[in-house]
């Protein structure tokens, strides 16, 4: 197996979890538009792929010979620590397991979320800054320790934000 399986297998980076935004080149725009990607423009006006992606089936990119470049390049902390050997496929893949299980319990303390592109952490964000589904403490507490797990594991430094054009 390869470091290309670890991440067919994983989709955190794909599923909003990670973060908001992919960046695209303006010549990926038309492109992405015809695998039924949602481009959004970023504040500075740049052009982006909100996540949670659409293109995520099962953990796995519908559109994985034809994503965009942000995509192909980007590169967790795990797939680093795969890739330079100081992780087994064994030891990554049970890390992924792990991270997607704190997600459940995050999920577990949600309301049903009819729309399925909006990732289980920003869904918990919202209602913890007083959404209508009262989300309790111990899905905040829940939220922490997904997150926690996620900037260990996952995130090569601290998350950035990205703002949409007119919001």
Do not use: I, K
């Not at 039924?36 to 982006?48: H, K, R, S």
């Not at 009262?134 to 900037?151: H, Q, V, Y």
């Amino acid at each position: 197996m390869s470091s290309s399986d670890l991440c067919r297998r994983c989709g955190l980076c794909c599923d909003g979890n990670l973060f908001s935004h992919v960046p695209l080149e303006h010549s990926e725009v038309d492109a992405a538009r015809r695998h039924g990607l949602e481009v959004v423009q970023l504040a500075g006006g740049a052009p982006a792929l909100r996540q949670c992606c659409p293109a995520l089936r099962a953990r796995q990119c519908s559109v994985y010979g034809a994503r965009p470049e942000g995509c192909r390049r980007y590169g967790c902390r795990l797939l680093d620590a795969l890739s330079r050997q100081t992780l087994s496929l064994e030891e990554a893949l049970a890390v992924v397991e792990r991270a997607h299980a704190l997600l459940a319990v995050v999920e577990r303390g949600l309301e049903p979320e009819p729309d399925r592109f909006v990732s289980v952490l920003e869904r918990a964000r919202f209602a913890s800054w007083g959404g209508a589904d009262g989300s309790s403490s111990s899905t905040n507490a829940a939220r922490e320790r997904a997150e926690a797990f996620l900037d260990e594991h996952f995130h090569g430094g601290p998350r950035r934000f990205e703002f949409l054009a007119g919001g």
